[in-house]
C-alpha cells in the first residue's frame, strides 16, 4: 500500500458543487500539505499543517479550505467549485526533524487527484 | 520570500546524450534546495537535494546537481541519458527554521529523450 494515499483519484463535478479530496498516510510524519499542479506553473502551495493543530495558508488558498482530522488525515474541501480550479492536486507530508545524515525534511507525495470542473 | 526559475520548458535529447537542465532561485535567506521528478501519472519522487557541505550533489538514477551560491543557481546534469529518463522535473527551495518542508517550486521542465 501507498505511504501517502489520495482519493479520489479523478473527479468530474460541475460548477457550484461542494467537493472534498482526502488524504492519508501511514508514514507518522507530523507534517501535511496540498499543492495544485496546473501546466506551466509548477506545483503551488494552498494549505500546510504543522501538526494536528496547526493550519496556515499558503501561495494559493482562496476558494479552498482544509480540515486536519487526525495526524494522518488531512482534507482538502473547495467549498463552490469553479472550472478554473480544474487541476491536479497533490497532497505530500514530511517529517520536521532536520538530522546530519538522518530523514531531513523530504516531501513525500501521493500519486495525485485529477479534478475536473465543468 | 523565495522564488525558483526553471529555464526551460521543455528539453529535448537523444538517448545517450548528457543533459543540463537549469535552475535559478532568489530568496533573501539560507535555502535547501530539491529536484524532485514526476512519472507519467504518478506524483513527484525526490531525486537529490542540497542542504550543507559539499555543492556537488549525487542523486538517484545517475543525475546530480551543483548548488552555486555567487550564481544562486542549482542545475541538474546527467552525463548520459535514456528513454527512461523522460518525465517532468521540477526544482524546489525550502527556507530554513521551523519552516523547512515548506517548498516553493519551479514551472519544471520537460525532459524528452529520443531514440
Known amino acids: 500500500d501507498a505511504d501517502v494515499t489520495q482519493t479520489p483519484r479523478n473527479r468530474i463535478t460541475k460548477t457550484g458543487k461542494r467537493i472534498m479530496l482526502e488524504c492519508s498516510q501511514t508514514?507518522?510524519?507530523?507534517?501535511m500539505y496540498w499543492y495544485r499542479q496546473d501546466p506551466g506553473l509548477g506545483l503551488r502551495l494552498i494549505y500546510y499543517?504543522?501538526?494536528?493543530?496547526?493550519?496556515n495558508k499558503g501561495e494559493i488558498s482562496d476558494g479552498y479550505s482544509v480540515s486536519r482530522q487526525a495526524q494522518a488525515k488531512f482534507s482538502l474541501s473547495l467549498e463552490s467549485a469553479i472550472p478554473n480550479q480544474t487541476a491536479l492536486y497533490f497532497c505530500?507530508?514530511?517529517?520536521?526533524?532536520?538530522?546530519?545524515?538522518?530523514?531531513?525534511?523530504?516531501?513525500?507525495f501521493g500519486e495525485g487527484s485529477r479534478l475536473t470542473v465543468l | 520570500a523565495q522564488s525558483v526559475t526553471q529555464l526551460d520548458s521543455q528539453v529535448p535529447v537523444f538517448e545517450e546524450a548528457p543533459v543540463e537542465l537549469r535552475c535559478n532561485y532568489s530568496?533573501?535567506?539560507?535555502?535547501?534546495l530539491f529536484w524532485y521528478v514526476q512519472y507519467p501519472n504518478q506524483g513527484l519522487q525526490l531525486l537529490l537535494k542540497?542542504?550543507?557541505?559539499?555543492?556537488l550533489v549525487k542523486g538517484i538514477n545517475g543525475f546530480e546537481a551543483e548548488f552555486n551560491k555567487s550564481q544562486t543557481s542549482f542545475h541538474l546534469r546527467k552525463p548520459s541519458v535514456h528513454i527512461s529518463d523522460t518525465a517532468e522535473y521540477f526544482c524546489?527551495?525550502?527556507?530554513?527554521?521551523?519552516?523547512?518542508?515548506?517548498?516553493?517550486f519551479g514551472q519544471g521542465t520537460i525532459l524528452t529523450v529520443h531514440p
Open positions: 505530500a507530508t514530511s517529517d520536521f526533524a532536520h538530522r546530519a545524515g538522518g530523514n531531513t525534511g523530504e516531501l513525500f
Open positions: 508514514k507518522g510524519h507530523d507534517r
Open positions: 499543517s504543522f501538526d494536528v493543530k496547526d493550519i
Open positions: 530568496s533573501s535567506v539560507s535555502v535547501y
Open positions: 542540497y542542504l550543507s557541505g559539499s555543492t
Open positions: 524546489a527551495v525550502s527556507p530554513g527554521g521551523t519552516s523547512y518542508g515548506k517548498l516553493t
